[in-house]
């Protein structure tokens, strides 16, 4: 059963190739169906859009936890710290089994958010990421079997360069465009491969200040199908935010909370999967001004 679960696994990530173009990162990306392109800023913005970190002021640090597929051998951490306009984050996805870990990626990141024009009525956003990748095969399993005395099955990085865009008029109204990889980066010797590029466009509408509609139009370079993505959240009251999303190409479904207590958020969220298990998805998150 395990082994057809990874197989399963990675033909699943077979569309976009490898762990650098997971969008779910976080629990508000994971129960808004990665809806989070376009929308005002937050500690969201460490791991998505760069452009919305400009409009960021005091410090933000967020923590995540999920187990992709709801799989105990697919453990995937994400960390995060903003100051003002500038953040660095790292994440980590490993198929770790029996406490072997036998692959690994991860990504080291760095973020700036700009605000490039400013009035009474519209905001003009961007910002720059740039990603350092890292991959481990892990070892070979060697005569023992166990892979004590293994030998390395190599390993590999790579960089990356994301820039992103935000309009914002009234604090309503929200377009925004994400681009990831735009430097085409190769990781690995030899031949090795390309990392995806993938552009996204969002829209918003706050009708009101609880509640924030989002649509996201996701398309992965060298692929012809698209994703198309809605969610939507709503604060109930002072310290409690529902949320729920849905998605296309593969058609999911997701949803979760955010509650704030003693300057403390606690998110948890869930997405679901036409095939694998549901994921689920658990962050806190600290904001000092």
Same mark, same amino acid.
């Given at each position: 059963?395990?082994? $057809?679960?990874?197989? %399963?696994?990675?033909?699943?990530?077979?569309?976009?190739?490898?762990?650098?173009?997971?969008?779910?990162?976080?629990?508000?990306?994971?129960?808004? *169906?990665?809806?989070?392109?376009?929308?005002?800023?937050?500690?969201?913005s460490i791991f998505h859009n760069p452009a919305? %970190?400009?409009?960021? *002021?005091?410090?933000?640090?967020?923590?995540?936890?999920?187990?992709? =597929?709801? $799989?105990?051998? $697919?453990? /995937?951490?994400?960390?995060?710290?903003? /100051?003002?306009?500038?953040?660095?984050?790292?994440?980590?996805?490993?198929?770790?089994?029996?406490?072997?870990?036998?692959? *690994?990626?991860?990504?080291? *990141? %760095?973020?700036?958010?700009?605000?490039?024009?400013?009035?009474?009525?519209?905001?003009?956003?961007?910002?720059?990421? +740039?990603? $350092?990748?890292?991959?481990?095969l892990g070892q070979s399993s060697g005569m023992?079997?166990?892979?004590?005395?293994?030998?390395?099955?190599?390993?590999?990085?790579?960089?990356?360069?994301?820039?992103?865009?935000?309009?914002?008029?009234?604090?309503?109204?929200?377009?925004? =465009?994400?681009?990831?990889?735009?430097?085409?980066?190769?990781?690995?010797?030899?031949?090795?491969?390309?990392?995806?590029?993938?552009?996204?466009?969002?829209?918003?509408?706050?009708?009101?200040?609880? !509640?924030?509609?989002?649509? &996201? #139009?996701?398309? !992965?370079?060298?692929?012809? &199908?698209?994703?198309?993505? #809605?969610?939507?959240?709503?604060?109930?009251?002072?310290?409690?935010?529902?949320?729920?999303?849905?998605?296309?190409?593969?058609?999911? +479904?997701?949803?979760? #909370?955010?509650?704030?207590? #003693?300057?403390?958020?606690?998110?948890?969220?869930?997405?679901?999967?036409?095939?694998?298990?549901?994921?689920?998805?658990?962050?806190?998150? +600290?904001?000092?001004?």
């Amino acid at each position: 059963m395990r082994n $057809l679960f990874l197989s %399963l696994f990675f033909v699943s990530f077979s569309f976009t190739q490898v762990f650098s173009s997971y969008d779910y990162i976080g629990s508000r990306a994971t129960a808004m *169906s990665g809806a989070v392109t376009s929308g005002p800023g937050g500690s969201w913005s460490i791991f998505h859009n760069p452009a919305q %970190l400009s409009e960021l *002021s005091g410090i933000y640090f967020i923590n995540g936890y999920s187990q992709i =597929y709801n $799989l105990d051998f $697919l453990p /995937y951490s994400n960390l995060g710290l903003s /100051y003002n306009n500038y953040s660095i984050s790292f994440e980590k996805l490993s198929t770790d089994i029996n406490g072997i870990e036998l692959s *690994s990626e991860a990504v080291m *990141s %760095l973020s700036k958010g700009f605000t490039i024009y400013k009035d009474k009525q519209s905001i003009l956003q961007s910002g720059v990421r +740039f990603n $350092l990748y890292q991959y481990d095969l892990g070892q070979s399993s060697g005569m023992e079997g166990d892979g004590s005395s293994g030998s390395s099955l190599g390993s590999g990085s790579a960089i990356g360069l994301d820039i992103g865009f935000q309009g914002n008029l009234h604090e309503k109204y929200y377009i925004a =465009y994400y681009l990831q990889n735009i430097n085409s980066p190769i990781i690995g010797q030899g031949l090795g491969n390309a990392l995806p590029k993938s552009i996204s466009i969002g829209l918003s509408y706050r009708p009101y200040d609880d !509640l924030l509609t989002s649509l &996201d #139009f996701n398309q !992965l370079s060298g692929h012809m &199908d698209s994703e198309i993505r #809605f969610g939507m959240e709503y604060m109930i009251m002072d310290n409690l935010i529902l949320r729920a999303g849905i998605q296309t190409n593969p058609n999911r +479904f997701s949803a979760g #909370f955010s509650y704030n207590v #003693f300057k403390t958020d606690i998110a948890y969220s869930f997405i679901t999967h036409h095939i694998m298990p549901t994921t689920h998805q658990l962050s806190i998150g +600290f904001r000092f001004k």
